[in-house]
């Protein structure tokens, strides 16, 4: 029977796949048919669908009331999505709150400095006092005597824990659905961040311990996510979704630094222990409508309609016959009419997933951008205060403001990528290449801009928050591309690459510490964003010549090879 009801959804993914492909998601006839009534039929709906695509009839068409009312309110993977935003945006706010306190933790003018033999020019002059004297920034002492080193230490300790819990984290969600994993691992990040200012007052090596049991729990978040996008978010609208549900990090961090600032600023809860305090509160209030709210997949959640449902299996469903070379529906059918391929319980092809190609393309990009990205967010702030001198709420207010630009150029992106796609302006896998390499060397040539803008602030803003903003492009890029190359080991590829990204959490730190070693000053701080941009810049390269779009063999399913072999 020929559709007689377009919408947006139906479009985007009926325009946009094959017509052999788009074919195949019409249901067969209950009764048998003339072979000239179902050629006919089949004439109606390839006129009707091309008419529809070039613009010719209206979106959508309605035939009655029930069908008017189709729809209203928000639909469940938009809920889901949005939760899921609200996730990263508490996980982020906990994990970058310690970069702002840090600030005011620490006693600067306890720890000694090698600047004494410097000339002026390598070194930003303070501000000018007021008439009376005064500091116009004054700032209290922190209370831990804490050199670069020891702060790098902390700083970096997160990222221990962080990136050993990213492929057991990515492989649980395959196997036993992404809601919990993703769940409880926001609420253990919660429950340490609310005891950090009690490790911090104790004991630096019990500090050390909390931060790396925090980064266990937040470890599992985003390869638990990328499982649960391959579930629910139809392939055309994964570029926008990621980039929506993903920037919730971005948001986390532009809301969280201002306002960590300001609670340090304080002498609520002691100043900077409220930083944790609140946070800490906020991520448990967020797991318990989490796990009210969402479900591991379509066909588990009670509260989804009926039409949104089969419109995620079906699109699925398509990209799933098109990855396999069109392979004839009926041998994966399920009893709806629907085959979803849920996670195998064999063993993992480990050797086929470390020596693939392409998944080591994006590991290495991925590698670049996390040392760029983690060298921007928790050495920014010590850069801002010790060499530009700006007090914690100035520096946390500017420091956030780069994440906001992100967000929106990320979104804008996205958006941008999805309808370049429909439109079949560019293949997919170009498409990853753009916008990967919008994503690393745009914002590589703003840390390289801060070497030659020097002490001016205003210009230091803009190399971070306007040049630096197309690091938000990364959503379109290489983020989306392990579901490319394996649905069914999404979630594992992306705690792989994840987890190498994040080794640089606590290697960018521990190097820049090194590099600076008590010498405050702009030329070892230059040195610092040249290793970042160049590393940055560096991982493209290898991502433009390695990278693929194409499901690999070692993800189809053993049922699907032993068909297309026999058909063969």
Same mark, same amino acid.
């Given at each position: 029977m020929p559709p007689h009801k377009w919408t947006d959804e139906s479009r985007d993914a009926s325009c946009y796949y094959e017509d052999t492909a788009a074919s195949r998601l019409r249901r067969p006839s209950s009764s048998s048919n003339s072979s000239a009534s179902a050629e006919r039929s089949d004439d109606e709906a390839d006129d009707e669908r091309e008419a529809f695509c070039s613009g010719e009839r209206p979106l959508i068409r309605t035939s009655g009331a029930a069908e008017e009312n189709h729809g209203c309110g928000p639909k469940t993977r938009h809920i889901f999505g949005l939760m899921g935003f609200l996730g990263f945006a508490v996980v982020y706010a906990m994990r970058v709150n310690l970069s702002v306190a840090i600030v005011a933790m620490v006693n600067q003018t306890?720890?000694?400095?090698?600047n004494s033999s410097v000339i002026d020019t390598d070194t930003c002059p303070l501000p000018v006092p007021h008439h009376n004297g005064s500091d116009p920034n004054p +700032?209290? %002492? #922190? %209370?831990?005597?804490?050199? $670069?080193?020891? +702060? #790098? &230490?902390? &700083? #970096?300790s997160f990222f221990y824990g962080y990136v050993l819990t990213q492929v057991p984290g990515g492989r649980m969600? $395959? &196997?036993? #659905?992404?809601?919990?994993i993703y769940g409880y691992g926001v609420l253990i990040t919660a429950i340490f961040t609310l005891i950090t200012p009690l490790a911090a007052h104790w004991d630096l090596p019990l500090l050390v311990l909390v931060r790396i049991l925090e980064g266990m729990g937040e470890g599992v978040t985003y390869p638990a996510m990328h499982a649960m996008l391959a579930q629910w978010i139809p392939p055309l609208e994964r570029n926008k979704f990621a980039a929506i549900v993903y920037a919730g990090s971005n948001i986390g961090t532009v809301i969280s630094m201002p306002l960590a600032g300001w609670l340090c600023s304080l002498d609520f809860l002691g100043g900077w222990p409220s930083a944790f305090y609140i946070f800490g509160l906020l991520g448990i209030l967020w797991f318990i409508a989490w796990m009210y709210l969402v479900y591991d997949k379509p066909s588990d959640h009670p509260r989804i309609s009926a039409s949104e449902r089969e419109y995620i299996e079906r699109c699925l469903q398509v990209q799933r016959l098109i990855n396999q070379d069109l392979a004839e529906p009926e041998e994966e059918e399920a009893q709806d009419g629907v085959n979803l391929r849920t996670p195998s319980e064999e063993p993992i092809p480990w050797t086929s997933l470390l020596t693939s190609v392409p998944l080591w393309a994006i590991l290495l990009t991925q590698c670049g951008q996390g040392w760029a990205f983690y060298t921007q967010l928790t050495e920014l702030p010590t850069y801002m205060s010790n060499i530009l001198h700006f007090d914690i709420q100035s520096n946390a207010l500017l420091n956030a403001v780069p994440y906001l630009t992100a967000w929106f150029v990320g979104i804008a992106c996205s958006a941008l990528a999805d309808w370049m796609l429909a439109r079949r302006y560019i293949s997919l896998l170009n498409s990853y290449k753009l916008w990967n390499t919008v994503a690393s060397v745009v914002p590589s040539l703003g840390l390289i801009g801060i070497i030659y803008v020097g002490c001016d602030w205003v210009w230091v803003t803009f190399m971070l928050a306007g040049v630096g903003s197309f690091g938000g492009a990364v959503y379109a890029g290489n983020q989306m591309n392990h579901i490319a190359l394996s649905p069914r080991y999404a979630g594992t590829m992306y705690g792989i690459t994840n987890s190498a990204a994040n080794i640089c959490g606590f290697l960018a730190p521990y190097v820049i510490g090194l590099i600076i070693n008590h010498r405050e000053t702009l030329t070892q701080w230059h040195l610092v964003f040249w290793l970042a941009a160049g590393l940055n810049i560096a991982g493209n390269f290898v991502y433009l010549i390695f990278a693929s779009a194409e499901e690999q063999s070692w993800s189809k399913t053993p049922h699907t090879r032993n068909s297309r072999s026999q058909r063969a």
């Open positions: 306890a720890i000694p400095h090698s +700032q209290k %002492e #922190g %209370e831990f005597v804490w050199d $670069e080193a020891t +702060q #790098g &230490l902390v &700083l #970096g969600a $395959e &196997l036993y #659905g992404g809601k919990k």
